[in-house]
């Protein structure tokens, strides 16, 4: 494993003297042409006129054949290998608080490295990048994870997206009063990144899946431990400004055994025995959050998503297994404003 060392001395750089830094891609960025802006606009263009496919597989373990699996779902949800041969692809996992007694609360190793395998077959540069939300040693991180050690037998390059060099993005979504963001260079020189979150409830938000976990590419030298800038500029808002903002990004779920009740660090185990994928990540949460019984329309943050792909399940192409034969409710807290999320019996849900 390739951890890259902390440069803690041009880590932070202000908005105005970031590009010079960068390469060809950042140069773009600060030229105000934001890589959302370019890549991004026609995928997202496209999530408004054709149905967005979100391919479910079922009886999934961290033993089993997920490299399989994650190809295939791939290929179902039409995701091309040529787009990528000789691109670069960034793996975002979960690795918010790790810890080896609570392993329901990260993303499993097993799916990370199966699907870096699928894309280093297509012949994409694959590593995985993290900015541990909660934790400043992202060595412990990946110890706690059990993640270090997996990725480092199979030869894939970590990212430590807390101490990189950074580039300013223009807040393309503009839902909160951000004028813009400081991506590390991982982020910045991706072609492509893929989500890859634990499925779990959240206290504040209700859920938290593909879009959340993105949370996940902010470094803490800029925005702190736990992302204190976002959430002061409301959590609904940035989530929404983030995905808004990156690279063109696709998801893929653990959700084998996801996290219910007090998550996203404090809940119970809740095996579902399913993989996610999608090439629109906003499809993809509208369809977890039906699957844990949440009523997409009413999560704060996918509200504001139906700018960038579909909630309604008739505009979400379902490849793979049907949602509602795996649908199985997660306990959340018994407070108003999560309990108000819940799907009503007897509502249309889109």
Known sequence: MA????????????????????????LLIGAG?????????????????????VFLARNQRYDGPLERTISDGLLATGFDPATIRGRR?????????????????????AVVVAAAEVFRRWGAEVSVGEAPGHVRDSQMALFESGLGPAIESAGIDFA???????????????????????????????????????????HWVGMTAAMKNLYGVLPGIKYGWPKNVLHHAGIPQTVFDINASLPKTIAIVDG???????????????????????LNPTAVDATCARLIGLDPWRISYLKLAKRLGPLDERHILQRGEAWK???SPFEILNVPHLQELRIRRGVLTS
Not at 5 to 11: D, G, I, L, P
Not at 89 to 109: A, D, F, I, Q, Y
Request: glycine fraction near 8%.
């Open 33 to 53: 042409v934001t890589t959302a802006g370019i890549i991004s606009y026609p995928f997202v263009a496209n999530a408004f006129t054709t149905r967005q496919p």
């Open 89 to 109: 692809v960034l793996l975002k996992p979960n690795m918010v608080e790790p810890s080896r007694r609570m392993p329901h609360m990260t993303t499993h190793p």
């Open 256 to 278: 084998i055994v996801g996290m219910e009740g007090d998550g996203p660090i404090l809940g119970s185990p809740k095996s579902l025995g399913l993989i996610a994928i999608g």
């Open 325 to 327: 034969e795996l649908a």
């Open 3 to 26: 951890t890259e060392t902390k440069n803690k001395s041009s880590a932070h750089i202000s908005p105005s003297d970031a590009a010079p830094l960068l390469d060809r891609r950042a």
């Open 160 to 202: 430590d997206l807390n101490y990189q060099d950074l580039g300013w993005v223009k807040n393309a979504g503009r839902a909160s009063p951000l004028e813009g963001f400081c991506f590390p260079r991982s982020i910045v020189e991706a072609d492509l990144v893929v989500s890859m979150p634990k499925l779990k409830t959240h």
